[in-house]
Every structure is written in C-alpha cells, then in structure tokens.
C-alpha cells in the first residue's frame, strides 16, 4: 500500500496566519490527493480533491497544491473555526491510504 | 440534505461478532458506492471497505479480510458491516461515508460521513 507521510504532525498558529502542510506520497499517485479537516468529535470533512480542487462550499481560503509525490495544504488567513485535525489521503491504487493527521492548535 | 446514520456499535468480547448498520437518506443511495472508515481511539483514518452501488464488488483492507463483510439492501437505503472474530485492535469509531461520483467509477474520495457508532472490543 502506498504511505502517506503529514509534516508536521501539529503546529501552533495564530488566528489570521498563513498555515501550509505538507503530505508526501511513498510513490507518485499523480494528483490522486484528497483533504480532509476533521474537529474534535466530528467525522472528517472533505476540503479539497485532484490536490486543488476545491469542494463546494469550502471557503477560498483554503488551497491545495501538488502532484507525483509533494502535496501542500494552505490556509491563507486561518480563522478560528480552523483550528483541527487535518489529514491527506492518496486515492491512487487501492486502498486508499491516508496520512497521519496534521493538529493546528491555537498559539 | 445528505444524512448517514450508524448503529450497533457496543462492547464486545475478543473473539465476538458485531453487526453494524448505516441508514442512508437525503441522496439516491443505490447510485452510489458506499465505504466504511474506522478510526481508532486517538489516532488516524483507516478505511475498512467498499461496497459498490449493486453490491456486485467488494473490498476490504488486509487487516480486516475474512472476517468482515459489508453487504447492503438499497430497497431499505442502508448499509450494513458484519464483523466477526473480533480483535483488540477493531477498536474505534466506525464512519459510513458516501463516495463522491456516482455510477460504476469508484472515486475513493468521501463527501458524506455520518457521525460514527464506537465499538468496543474488550474483555
């Protein structure tokens, strides 16, 4: 199965900071890359799908990039609601894997 | 509105069977191929398995093959996952979640979660 490693697994960040993580793939899986945030007792929410599509309804401050192997997630001006649990997952070749969680605490 | 509901979730022994259920609404629930994703207490996502939209394909991860079964009735919109010879390490909150396309494509990309029923396995 294809590994997913997040960089890095938590960081502090203060409301209106620009937060960026990373999600690096064991082999390429093109831009088979999904991300998800996911609050404290709540199941996990789609943000974005192909690396940078954006899913509807999320807002623009949210942004993905990436293809091969190098993903990034980016939140330009993190605001409070922001504050969770991210994660990637490859859905290149079965099964699809996902990273181990990215924490965002407020600083 | 989308909505996924689970239930069966309880504590069981090691060694014990369990069978968990996801009620589908707000969506065309035999368009679509339907997963199971658990996640253990404190930790990551790990999906379980798939069922495609006419039951006719399914998948699951190696550390759940041959003992558990997803299966579904479209007729009733909901999503069942049999679970047997249960380990310690099944522990966690189980999520049905909804694939994103519909049709034959399986996406592996998941747009619709329900909130989780927690099993317990344990003596």
């Known amino acids: 199965a294809i590994r997913m490693t997040q960089s890095p697994s938590s960081l502090s960040a203060s409301t209106g900071d620009r937060v960026t993580i990373t999600c690096r793939a064991s082999?390429?899986?093109?831009?088979?890359l999904a991300w998800y945030q996911q609050k404290p007792g709540k199941a996990p929410k789609l943000l974005i799908y192909a690396a940078s599509t954006l899913q509807s309804g999320v807002p623009s401050r949210f942004s993905g990039s990436g293809s091969g192997t190098d993903f990034t997630l980016t939140i330009s001006c993190l605001q409070s609601e922001d504050f969770a649990t991210y994660y990637c997952?490859?859905?290149?070749?079965?099964?699809?894997?996902f990273g181990q969680g990215t924490k965002v605490e407020i600083k | 509105e989308v909505q996924l509901v689970e239930s069966g979730g309880v504590v069981v022994q090691p060694g014990g069977s369990l069978r968990l259920s996801c009620a589908a609404s707000?969506?065309?629930?035999?368009?679509?191929?339907m997963h199971w994703v658990r996640q253990a207490p404190g930790k990551g996502l790990e999906w379980v398995s798939l069922i495609s939209w006419d039951g006719g394909s399914t998948y699951y991860a190696d550390s759940v093959k041959g003992r558990f079964t997803i299966s579904r009735d479209n007729s009733k919109n909901s999503l069942y996952l049999q679970m047997n010879s249960l380990r310690t390490e099944d522990t966690a909150l189980y999520y049905c979640?909804?694939?994103?396309?519909?049709?034959?494509?399986?996406?592996?990309?998941?747009?619709?979660w329900g909130q989780g029923t927690l099993v317990t396995v344990s003596s």
């Open positions: 979640a909804k694939d994103m396309v519909q049709g034959v494509i399986i996406t592996w990309r998941f747009d619709y």
């Open positions: 707000g969506f065309t629930f035999d368009d679509y191929t």
């Open positions: 082999q390429g899986i093109s831009s088979y």
């Open positions: 997952q490859q859905y290149y070749s079965y099964p699809g894997t």
